[in-house]
């Protein structure tokens, strides 16, 4: 929003606004990318606390640590006043998402029966997806009140915090958990209430041995690196890695600011950012209805193939189409954001939803904490890594004008 960038970064207000030579250059600013950036570093910090946190006093209270972090970052950054205020309130929205990244997807792994584990693991991808459609359509309405929109719009972000942490405190702890805790007996009931019958034994067996093997390591990061661990281990890396790899943070992020430079109004980029995001959103649930019959597998390659051509499709447009000097026609300029629409679907039915979903349900209770720790982090240090290029290019190109 132009109020936004005019108050914290005005080098790139006045850019956006200046009919610069080079396209690419609009929006080359190290403090926006070190803003952006910051979630993530602070995710990835606050993974040292969350996993034992998680382990120790169950997933309820990583869920409840997670909100109300997200609730102070969201009420420091509806209230800034300079550009430091404004990144801890990043930097505390960061802890937050921190936190629900490592306890909600084991939350709903252990919850969930059997034979609808994968379409229930899938809906915290739909949560997150259609979060990303609500920001979007917030930011499209926000943007039109001058000069305060931006402040409600960060401001809320306070409501999604706020049903997080009153749902982890109405939610029950699940039975792995609280067996591994020491107590049983409020596990056999929460087990008995969640699938609906007494005849539970067998389940609950499963996790007291699970939990017994988990007490019995002290070290859980540690133990992860063992060989019969490592097959998982390899999963927890690889799979978060290639998720991010694939592209969509550039798309999800920036998609406003990509819009904008390939010949896109102001608010038709908004309006284009909208629509990606309810294009993620629907097509998750096209994961969910198909992932317990078609199997991850099945869904990784196709999804796979479908977003290699469409990024094929979209770098050949924009290579001979678009330049530092010259910008799309409208008719190139909408078959790009519907190939881009293509990818996002692609990714929603998915390495979206299953990024998430398989490093959640391969590790044993003894390392599963620690296991989660490690696909958010990978998470988060491919974001930083895709940040960190960015940084870098904002570097070069200072030099490069520096010595002109």
Not at 7 to 17: A, D, I, L, T
Not at 50 to 70: K, L, N, Q, Y
Not at 78 to 88: E, F, K, Q, T
Not at 352 to 371: M, N
Request: proline share 3%; charged share 15%; net charge positive.
């Amino acid at each position: 929003m132009d109020g936004f960038l005019e108050k914290f970064f005005p080098e790139v207000y006045r850019n956006k606004n200046l009919a610069l030579e080079n396209n690419y250059c609009k929006y080359n600013n190290q403090k926006l990318a070190a803003f952006t950036s910051s979630l993530y570093l602070a995710g990835l910090v606050s993974l040292l606390v969350a996993s034992p946190i998680t382990r120790r006093f169950g997933r309820r209270g990583s869920i409840i640590c997670g909100g109300i972090s997200f609730m102070i970052g969201a009420a420091l950054d509806a209230s800034i006043v300079n550009l430091i205020m404004l990144i801890l309130g990043r930097i505390m929205l960061g802890v937050g998402i921190g936190f629900g990244n490592q306890a909600v997807p084991l939350y709903l792994s252990e919850m969930a029966p059997t034979h609808l584990r994968g379409g229930l693991n899938m809906m915290f991808q739909l949560a997150t997806t259609t979060g990303i459609f609500t920001a979007n359509m917030i930011n499209y309405g926000t943007e039109k009140l001058h000069p305060w929109g931006w402040r409600l719009s960060l401001g809320l972000a306070a409501v999604p915090a706020v049903l997080m942490t009153i749902g982890g405190i109405l939610l029950s702890e699940t039975p792995n958990s609280l067996t591994e805790r020491g107590f049983q007996e409020k596990g056999r009931k929460v087990l008995e209430k969640i699938r609906g019958t007494r005849d539970v034994h067998a389940e609950l067996e499963d996790i007291i041995d699970a939990s017994e093997l988990a007490n019995s390591v002290e070290h859980p990061f540690r133990n992860i690196l063992e060989k019969r661990n490592r097959p998982q281990l390899v999963m927890a890396i690889f799979m978060p890695t290639f998720q991010i790899l694939t592209g969509i943070n550039s798309i999800l992020f920036y998609a406003p600011v990509l819009f904008q430079s390939i010949g896109f109004g102001g608010n038709a980029s908004l309006y284009s950012s909208a629509l990606t995001g309810a294009v993620l959103a629907s097509s998750t649930f096209i994961s969910i209805a198909t992932v317990d019959k078609l199997g991850r597998r099945a869904l990784l390659i196709s999804g796979g193939i479908q977003m290699v051509v469409c990024q094929v499709i979209v770098a050949v447009i924009l290579g001979l189409k678009f330049g530092s000097d010259k910008e799309l026609s409208k008719s190139y300029s909408i078959l790009v954001v519907a190939v881009i629409c293509l990818f996002v679907v692609a990714f929603g039915w998915s390495w979206g939803p299953l990024g998430w979903t398989v490093p959640s349900e391969i590790f044993p209770l003894e390392i599963r904490s620690a296991g989660q720790s490690i696909t958010v982090a990978v998470i988060y240090m491919a974001c930083i890594s895709f940040y960190v290029i960015l940084l870098y290019g904002n570097i070069d190109t200072m030099i490069e004008n520096s010595t002109k």
